[in-house]
């Protein structure tokens, strides 16, 4: 009788992280987080960059402190300084997904990642207000940024562009304009990401819905 009075708390079920991709600059993963689930952060050597890919409310445990709730729409971003977190849960009712971005040669130097604006304040966990549609921020030697491409709409010139990740928020279908052949075409579905090396690039949206994504441009 006394075994079916004091039944052991349940501890949290564990998230997945999936490796999307890996070079000398970057570790990409995915990471899905049902209720109730938590993860070591293992990347938290490096300064990581979190992207939820829909709306959802992420808990951030630190290494020293009270851990704490952190409401993220789709697309947004959150920076997360090396060694500062130690555990991401979910403790809501609802499936979290998220891109993880371990940043291998672009840490954030001190001073940096601030509460001098608006967009920084937000990334940077100094804020609980949300990021507009459209957002850029440079920081650690890299350039992040939230773009959002009606139908038939494009980037403007042709821009020279350093090494870059897209990861895509949506379905992306992407034309370059400055390309030729299989590779002229974008594809993505959501979640998935792209590694773009250095070059010019020109893309305008030839699929039939808003195409949503952000970039971390090196």
């Given amino acids: 009788m006394l075994s079916l009075l004091f039944v052991p ?3 949290p079920a564990i998230g997945k992280f999936d490796l999307l991709l890996a070079n000398h600059i970057v ?3 995915a990471l899905d987080l049902p209720p109730a689930t938590h993860v070591r952060l293992r990347q938290n050597m490096y300064d990581v960059v979190v992207i939820a890919l829909e709306d959802s409310t992420l808990t951030l445990s630190p290494a020293e402190g009270i851990r704490k709730d952190v409401q993220l729409n789709s697309g947004e971003v959150r ?3 090396s060694f500062s977190v130690r555990e ?5 009712a609802a499936k979290a997904r998220f891109v993880v971005v371990a940043l291998k040669s672009h840490g954030v130097e001190p001073g940096e990642c601030g509460c001098s604006g608006e967009v920084e304040r937000s990334i ?3 804020s609980e207000r949300h990021l507009p549609p459209l957002w850029a921020l440079s920081i650690g030697g890299a350039t992040l940024a939230g773009s959002s491409l009606p139908p038939g709409e494009g980037f ?3 821009n020279y562009r350093d090494d870059s990740l897209l990861v895509s928020l949506t379905r992306v279908l992407l034309q370059d304009q400055q ?3 299989p590779d002229a075409v974008l594809t993505l579905e959501p979640g998935e990401v792209k590694w773009l090396n250095r070059g ?10 808003t195409a949503r994504f952000v970039t971390i441009e090196f």
């Fill in 27 to 29: 570790e990409v993963s």
């Fill in 156 to 158: 403007i010139g042709a």
């Fill in 88 to 92: 991401l849960a979910n403790n809501s």
């Fill in 79 to 81: 920076v997360l300084r």
């Fill in 200 to 209: 010019q690039r020109q893309f305008k949206n030839v699929g039939p819905n």
């Fill in 9 to 11: 708390a349940r501890e």
């Fill in 179 to 181: 390309a030729s052949g």
């Fill in 124 to 126: 940077c966990g100094c």
